[in-house]
């Protein structure tokens, strides 16, 4: 098992739709979760974190965390041809070292307009 | 306030050649990262700083040194490159150890002939 798992995509999105984006983690332990967002040639941009079970948002943006399924998700309302990136999903735990982060391969995101 | 800066932006070597990869940051932050990045296979810790004068290996540390010069500065050294260095090279620095967040600088394209 992968320690951190996303679905690679393609993900196409109408425009004005919600996106979500899915990551799961092999580490019960986990305590910090963090996505960033990538554009084609440039470097990964931190866009949300989150540290405890529940939602948080900030703007279109939702992330929503499950520490008993081991599940961390990004929703992207009001989709925009803009959010069209990568998206990867990093968790920060004990098993993969407090200090530092394990990435997933990402989610390729397409919004259609 | 520029961040995390990366020099060169791009550099083309000749198998066995040597050069240095420099990161710095100006946001007082204790922890540097060192990344590569290669398709399909997600960003992966080359090496990292959890503070001044201490360095770690991360995932893929063979073939590569590193420099934490002082606080602001951290170099990724390629003593002999191969072509399977081939890869985008990202630093990143982090305030706090225990959540981690991490801020990248805009990257250097290598290319190993």
């Known amino acids: 098992q992968k320690e951190v798992e996303q679905n690679s995509g393609p993900l196409s999105v109408p425009e004005g739709a919600i996106a979500s984006l899915n990551c799961t983690y092999s580490?019960?332990?986990?305590?910090?979760f963090f996505w960033y967002r990538q554009y084609s040639g440039k470097s990964p941009e931190l866009i949300m974190f989150?540290?405890?079970?529940g939602d948080k948002e900030d703007g279109r943006f939702t992330a929503q965390l499950n520490k008993a399924s081991q599940y961390v998700s990004l929703l992207i309302r009001d989709s925009q041809p803009s959010d069209s990136a990568t998206y990867l999903c990093?968790?920060?735990?004990?098993?993969?070292?407090?200090?530092?982060?394990?990435f997933g391969t990402g989610t390729r995101l397409t919004i259609i307009p | 306030n520029a961040g995390v800066t990366q020099t060169p932006k791009f550099q083309v070597l000749k198998t066995g050649q040597s050069m240095t990869l420099q990161c710095a940051q100006d946001?007082?932050?204790?922890?540097m990262y060192w990344y590569r990045q290669d398709p399909g296979m997600g960003l992966r810790l080359i090496y990292y700083?959890?503070?001044?004068?201490?360095?770690d290996k991360g995932e893929v540390p063979n073939g590569y040194n590193v420099s934490r010069l002082n606080k602001r500065e951290f170099s990724l050294r390629l003593e002999s490159a191969a072509p399977s260095q081939t890869s985008v090279y990202f630093c990143?620095?982090?305030?706090?150890?225990?959540?981690?967040?991490?801020?990248f600088g805009p990257g250097t394209r290598l290319t190993v002939l």
């Open positions: 989150i540290y405890s079970n």
């Open positions: 700083s959890a503070s001044e004068g201490t360095t």
């Open positions: 580490d019960r332990g986990s305590q910090s």
């Open positions: 990093a968790v920060n735990g004990p098993n993969f070292g407090n200090e530092k982060l394990t």
């Open positions: 990143a620095s982090s305030e706090s150890r225990v959540q981690n967040e991490q801020f």
């Open positions: 946001m007082n932050h204790n922890s």
